[in-house]
């Protein structure tokens, strides 16, 4: 996971302004993946890319948006129709794990985004 | 889809207890159950995890079973100490997509 690193730590904005999160991986990691922490909430899946220049909606996709350009990043944009934006920001990355069929996942630091 | 399911959402124990928390599946497709450790203002850490041709697997204090029959996998710990206080995310995985439980906050009382 020491890989994975998101920028800025914390970032506080305006309503109604859009604002990217950063997230870049070295690991050669296929998939990327972010989800939303809310205090003492689990994990919303927001957007995931399995693959360059292709992504899919999560759970909670209204009022985000996505790029993949490049397999090593994987940006979010916070747009101003999102209701509630203020929260934590994980992103991940995952990798077969062998010959199993299955994948290993694994999360960057985090941003914690403050909108008021 | 799938859905992850999992209990207690609290949990308090005296240093030296064993603690256990238990998740559920749905989904009799998923084939990886990690199981993570959340630190307050952390990223989630993978500290155990299972694959489901596997029934049990240790770590040192950390053990995780899983019963493929009644789809549900446990997170035990033993001889527990203050630092094992965090918050635990049980989830299910099949190929690259990940489904996670709601949480355990563990405190290890001194």
């Known amino acids: 996971d020491g890989g994975i690193t998101q920028s800025p730590k914390y970032l506080f904005r305006k309503e109604g302004q859009n604002v990217t999160l950063s997230c870049e991986q070295n690991?050669?990691?296929?998939?990327m993946y972010w989800y939303r922490q809310d205090p003492g909430q689990g994990l919303r899946l927001i957007y995931y890319s399995q693959i360059v220049n292709d992504f899919q909606k999560g759970d909670i996709a209204e009022g985000y948006s996505v790029s993949r350009e490049k397999k090593e990043s994987f940006p979010l944009t916070v747009t101003s129709a999102q209701k509630n934006p203020t929260a934590f920001y994980l992103c991940?990355?995952?990798?077969?794990?062998?010959?199993?069929?299955?994948?290993?996942?694994?999360f960057g630091p985090g941003t914690r985004l403050t909108v008021t | 889809g799938e859905n992850v399911e999992q209990h207690p959402s609290t949990l308090s124990v005296q240093e030296g207890d064993s603690a256990v928390i238990k998740c559920t599946y749905s989904?009799?497709?998923?084939?990886?159950f990690p199981w993570y450790k959340q630190e307050l203002g952390k990223r989630p850490q993978l500290i155990i995890d299972i694959r489901s041709n596997v029934g049990e697997k240790k770590d040192q204090r950390i053990a995780v079973t899983l019963n493929k029959t009644a789809k549900h996998f446990s997170l035990h710990i033993t001889e527990t100490q203050p630092e094992d206080s965090a918050v635990y995310f049980c989830?299910?995985?099949?190929?690259?997509?990940?489904?996670f439980g709601t949480g355990t906050s563990l405190t290890v009382i001194p």
């Open positions: 989904d009799s497709a998923s084939n990886y």
């Open positions: 690991l050669n990691h296929d998939a």
């Open positions: 991940a990355s995952s990798i077969r794990a062998g010959t199993s069929g299955s994948y290993e996942q694994y």
């Open positions: 989830a299910a995985s099949d190929r690259n997509q990940f489904y």
